[in-house]
């Protein structure tokens, strides 16, 4: 407690391979903001590998998968689902981890902006949008964006960071895009990082072959030899409008003097992958914030993947547990479902350093889904 209560009382501190017992946060490595004005973003997309069969179960079908990011950001933002009658679960009914999300929001009354960078169904409600926001395609085609167009997200959201993060403390930044995982191993092996295998899934039973088969045909197509030296001609082949959307928007942050948590699972790690090869320094302002489905996921692997990338960056995991909820739709996540987005875990990470229980916070979560299950959708 008297270590949380340190935390508390700065903006930034320092805790290196620490877990504080008792309490709803492991600090696996680095540095985490706790104070000062923060910003919260949703970063959404789609890419068409997530129709793939077998890919992503971020939907309760391959094609609604391209329906999850609109609906996310809808009932983070409202509580319910705008674009179509239909939550966001998975195959088997397990909830969006917009659940999460939207909890963590409410309790910590944080300013919320959606950034659209290609998403196939644009949401109903307020969202900014990047001019070059494209849909992405499958990466097995070996041409995921037209020629050029990374580049110029990269740059869009670069401004936009600059732009909206002068004055603040901290930016947030979560994401939604199901397939995004096995386009951003696509990317970090393309730029000669070893990610094969150790990238997430939503799924209790990662397709890691699956994931490899379609991504090497992508290079095959793409005549792809890694390591590819032009991040933007790499991600223009085989990766996807978020992930360099992303990156250029944390680049600008940096720019403006803020700090930037990235809110996310293996995905975040082709982010920095991508500010690493573009020589964006992110040692001491940058870190991942996850969950503890993420961080002890024996089929993934973010902490080596962090440290092969960017071992000056820290991670940290919400220690929430949900094993002991009523729901049989929450307890999944214990068994590996889901595990992690739209900035679960960098909401929940928060919480827990500002103070909340665990016990408030499960007993939110359970509400929140009592309401959920109790919507009238037609």
């Known amino acids: 407690m008297k270590l949380l209560m340190k935390l508390l009382g700065r903006r930034w501190k320092e805790i290196r391979t620490v877990i504080i017992m008792g309490e709803n946060v492991g600090v696996y490595g680095g540095v985490f903001g706790v104070g000062g004005s923060s910003l919260f973003l949703v970063f959404i997309a789609s890419t068409a590998t997530s129709t793939v069969p077998g890919i992503s179960v971020a939907g309760s079908t391959p094609e609604f998968t391209l329906y999850t990011p609109a609906l996310d950001v809808e009932y983070l933002l409202v509580g319910r689902p705008l674009s ?8 088997g009914g397990v909830p969006t981890p917009a659940l999460l999300s939207r909890v963590a929001l409410n309790l910590l009354g944080l300013p919320a902006l959606i950034v659209d960078a290609g998403s196939y169904v644009k949401p109903m409600v307020p969202y900014v949008s990047l001019p070059s ?13 037209p020629e050029g167009r990374s580049r ?11 732009t909206l993060s002068r004055g603040l403390n901290t930016v947030i930044i979560g994401e939604s895009m199901p397939g995004g995982t096995t386009t ?11 990610a094969r295998g150790r990238v997430s899934s939503a799924n209790p039973v990662n397709p890691r072959e699956l994931k490899v088969r379609v991504v090497e045909e992508g290079f095959r197509r793409a005549g792809l030899k890694p390591p590819v030296d032009d991040v933007f001609k790499a991600n223009d082949a085989v990766g996807d409008p ?14 403006a003097g803020s700090r930037v948590i990235l809110a996310g699972g293996t ?6 992958a991508v500010l690493k090869k573009l020589n964006v320094d992110v040692g001491g302002r940058v870190m991942v914030a996850t969950t503890r489905w993420i961080a002890e996921d024996n089929q993934s692997d973010i902490m080596g993947l962090l440290g092969d990338i960017a071992p000056e960056v820290g991670l940290v995991a919400a220690m929430l547990s949900l094993r002991g909820s009523r729901y049989g739709g929450l307890r999944a996540y214990e068994e590996g479902y889901v595990k992690e987005g739209v900035g679960a875990g960098g909401l929940l990470t928060l919480l827990a350093l500002r103070g909340y229980p665990e016990g408030l ?17 037609s």
């Open 133 to 145: 926001a494209t849909t992405g395609g499958v990466i097995s085609g070996g041409r995921a964006l």
């Open 361 to 377: 916070v499960l007993e939110s979560i359970e509400a929140e889904y009592e309401r959920l299950l109790s919507l009238e959708l």
């Open 267 to 272: 995905q975040m790690c082709s982010v920095l």
């Open 242 to 255: 978020l992930h360099i959307s992303i990156a250029g928007f944390t680049a600008g942050a940096l720019e």
């Open 84 to 91: 179509s009658n239909r939550i966001p679960v998975t195959p």
């Open 152 to 162: 110029r997200l990269f740059e869009e959201s670069r401004l936009l960071g600059l």
């Open 184 to 194: 951003a191993m696509a990317l970090m092996e393309a730029l000669g990082y070893n």
